[in-house]
């Protein structure tokens, strides 16, 4: 019976979808959909900065922030893991001045490694597209109507960085590049199969329509060593692959080590000793 009167409605949705009542309804489902999948950037709002803190019992060491701007997500992740050490990437040169400063003067100098170049999947200076009324845009190809500019900026293969300055391990790379996200994997391939990286936090969207890599070609090549989850507000819902997952709907996902299960379980909202107060204490000082 309820098959029968969801049928009967579709079809009379779709026969009335030009009157008014229809289309304020179409309007007003877009908008729960919309939030009920976390369309949101601001990492206060959207889970991320609640995610740093479920994570703060792992006791991080090596962060990567590929992507860092101004640097607002590395002091989020330095207020959560105070034993870290964050190495920074900025392809900007513009951005990286303010990152520089941004990092100074919140006295965190001492636990940056600022990087004023991109991870790619190869060590080359390219141009990338710089929008200098919304500098948080840069990309390595024109995908804002906005103006811009193009700059040459260095970048660096993720394997050769990670062999140059001998680190062992990185505990959580977070990747936001505005579309490049795949090319940053595919340059840490190596340190992603030898085990070495714990956590990967990338971003998946509308991009993916002009860059032909669909969230099945991220799960293709981290599945294997992860589990893989999308982040929202108060939890990650750790889940397989389904081609009705590919929504080009900005979103956040997080891998986590199979190795690791104390740490999906975590991500997912589950207990750790002071969680609740150690939440609080960071979004109090961060948000």
């Not at 609640?50 to 989020?76: E, K, M, N, Q, Y």
């Not at 207020?79 to 513009?94: I, K, L, S, T, Y």
Request: aromatic letters at 12%; a neutral charge.
């Amino acid at each position: 019976m309820f098959d029968d009167f969801k049928t009967r409605s579709r079809r009379l949705l779709a026969r009335k979808r030009q009157t008014a009542p229809v289309r304020a309804l179409h309007r007003f489902a877009a908008f729960i959909d919309a939030s009920y999948e976390n369309d949101e950037w601001d990492m206060c709002a959207n889970g991320e900065t609640t995610l740093l803190g479920r994570l703060a019992p792992a006791g991080f060491a090596t962060v990567f922030d590929v992507g860092a701007h101004v640097g607002d997500w590395s002091i989020a992740a330095l207020r959560a893991w105070p034993d870290a050490h964050v190495h920074a990437f900025e392809v900007a040169p513009p951005t990286f001045a303010r990152l520089t400063g941004g990092i100074g003067s919140a006295g965190l100098a001492a636990h940056v490694t600022l990087n004023g170049v991109g991870l790619s999947d190869a060590t080359e200076r390219r141009n990338i597209c710089f929008f200098p009324e919304h500098p948080n845009l840069t990309c390595d190809l024109p995908r804002h109507t906005f103006p811009w500019t193009a700059l040459s900026a260095e970048f660096v293969e993720g394997d050769q960085y990670v062999r140059d300055r001998q680190i062992d391990r990185i505990d959580f790379a977070k990747i936001d590049v505005e579309g490049a996200e795949y090319r940053v994997l595919r340059g840490l391939r190596d340190t992603i199969a030898a085990g070495r990286i714990t956590c990967i936090q990338f971003e998946y969207g509308a991009f993916s329509i002009q860059t032909r890599v669909l969230l099945a070609d991220y799960y293709q090549l981290l599945e294997p060593h992860y589990w893989i989850g999308k982040i929202y507000p108060t939890s990650v819902e750790f889940r397989d692959y389904a081609w009705t997952m590919e929504s080009f709907r900005f979103s956040n996902f997080l891998c986590v080590s199979r190795a690791r299960p104390e740490l999906r379980l975590l991500a997912a909202g589950g207990t750790a000793p002071a969680r609740k107060d150690r939440l609080s204490t960071i979004a109090e000082r961060t948000c």
